[in-house]
């Protein structure tokens, strides 16, 4: 559109998707400058329900649920019920992320994007910093789990650092190539990975039911401590298997019809993997007796073997490593997500904006799987796995403070988007019910986690005063 010259420095203010140009008649023009609004994919490139849900789960399910039965077994029962108390607590915060996600149906970045969008560039530029890194720490652990899950079939990787190094950098670059290819072929293998490794977990789930003994259900409390501490304990156990929740929300640039199908895969991936879960430890607590359970290094295939036979042993193992492989694959594909929403925003370098042909922040994609691989390269390197852990104690604040904060920003959005919707009852007492399970899950994670984590957040600060110059330079 053609403008006057005393009004195009005004307007260029309020449009910052614009750029002035001079047209033929020597008049100002205002065109779109592409480079700074969203690039919008054909409905066939993007994640349908499905994808969208397996993102949820697989992410969920990663290969620590297959040892967790073990973990809890020293405080009896009454683990079912921190199983329970977990699961209630994540339900409000999935549909805190169910909801944002029908206020801002186009925001990619998930948390990032919601508590920016509330509470200000800052807040959503430290809950992204730090995000980013964790997923990056966790990506390396999840490789881990999956070359140690391999070694059952090739014992070679328990034994050489080399081998086992090589075949992590290999899946690690594998999955950043196929996700690379769009987020519709990074979708497929999420989905094909997710029913693979949840199947097993069924097989063990449902069939186990036949094989339950009700006396290894006693004593429920066998901790030594009051039922309320037992209680804290095991959900806080339980409550990190369920990090992952907002997945979904995260690509949602890039899903179709986002206005229902997040919210869907949120809430369906959320109810799934509680199944799952409950199922999986009832059948494993009910049928191996606690004091066996506590030694036990492979619980669900122990269990397996005694519904199915010893076969089943190796079919288990072989779900232990698709999951950790499934489950790389679907933060891989949010890695790019991630700092591609907040480059776009311009809170982080522009390098992070580029896509290919397909649509995918290949940038974002590449650079994160570098630092994956050099993290995880740590783990396996003398002097350095002390360090490497230290990571991921520092990361675990950094997963759990975005809930937090997209508790507080849904009740912000919620007044600038529906003032005058109504059901304001309902929704403060489920952004207050997820704040204050998000803030004892932050608490539950030690004072180690909490005062490095922070420190952590802290440390991004300068990389955003570099940024806001940067911007106002723009």
């Not at 399910?61 to 973990?71: E, N, R, T, V, W």
């Not at 077994?73 to 992320?97: C, D, Q, R």
């Not at 304001?424 to 997820?434: D, E, F, N, S, V």
């Amino acid at each position: 559109m053609k403008i006057s010259t005393a009004s195009a420095y005004l307007a260029l203010l309020k449009h910052r998707n614009y750029f002035l140009d001079i047209g033929p008649d020597k008049n100002l023009i205002f065109s779109p400058n592409k480079r700074s609004m969203p690039e919008t994919l054909p409905e066939k490139n993007k994640l349908g329900l499905w994808t969208s849900t397996s993102l949820v789960i697989g992410n969920m399910i990663g290969a620590g649920i297959f040892l967790m039965p073990a973990a809890m077994a020293s405080f009896g029962s009454i683990g079912l019920l921190g199983w329970v108390f977990s699961a209630i607590g994540s339900f409000f915060l999935a549909k805190v992320f169910s909801n944002l996600s029908k206020l801002l149906p186009h925001a990619t970045g998930g948390p990032y994007a919601y508590t920016r969008d509330g509470l200000g560039d800052f807040i959503g530029f430290l809950v992204a910093w730090g995000y980013y890194l964790a997923v990056a720490c966790a990506n390396a652990a999840i490789t881990i789990s999956f070359v140690s899950a391999l070694s059952t079939f090739f014992p070679v990787l328990a034994s050489s650092s080399v081998i086992a190094v090589t075949t992590g950098l290999c899946s690690i670059w594998l999955l950043a190539y196929i996700n690379m290819q769009g987020v519709v072929t990074g979708g497929k293998l999420q989905l094909i990975t997710t029913i693979l490794k949840v199947l097993p977990l069924l097989l063990v789930a449902i069939g186990g039911l036949f094989f339950i003994k009700t006396i290894n259900f006693t004593p429920f409390n066998s901790s030594g401590g009051s039922i309320i501490s037992a209680l804290q304990a095991t959900a806080t156990m339980t409550m990190f298997a369920f990090i992952g929740i907002e997945s979904a929300t995260v690509p949602s640039g890039s899903v179709a019809n986002p206005e229902k199908t997040v919210a869907r895969a949120t809430m369906l991936g959320l109810l799934i993997t509680t199944f799952i879960y409950i199922m999986g430890s009832v059948s494993v607590i009910g049928i191996i007796p606690a004091a066996q359970l506590q030694k036990s290094l492979t619980p669900y295939a122990d269990t397996a073997v005694i519904i199915y036979g010893s076969s089943a042993r190796y079919w288990v193992s072989a779900g232990i490593a698709i999951a950790a492989f499934g489950s790389l694959n679907g933060w891989t594909l949010l890695q790019g997500q991630v700092p591609y929403a907040i480059s776009k925003d311009k809170l982080f370098p522009p390098i992070f904006s580029r896509t290919n042909k397909k649509g995918v922040p290949y940038m974002g994609i590449i650079i994160s799987s570098i630092m994956v691989s050099l993290f995880m390269t740590m783990n396996y390197t003398k002097g350095l796995v002390a360090q490497f852990k230290f990571l991921l104690l520092l990361s675990l604040l950094s997963v759990l403070i975005p809930y937090l904060l997209s508790a507080a920003a849904y009740l912000v959005i919620r007044v600038r988007k529906n003032p005058n919707a109504g059901g304001w009852a309902g929704a403060i007492t489920l952004a207050i019910l997820a704040f204050g399970y998000s803030l004892w899950a932050i608490a539950g994670a030690g004072q180690e986690a909490v005062y490095y984590g922070f420190l952590l957040l802290l440390a991004g600060i300068p990389f955003y005063v570099w940024a806001v110059f940067r911007k106002s330079a723009d």
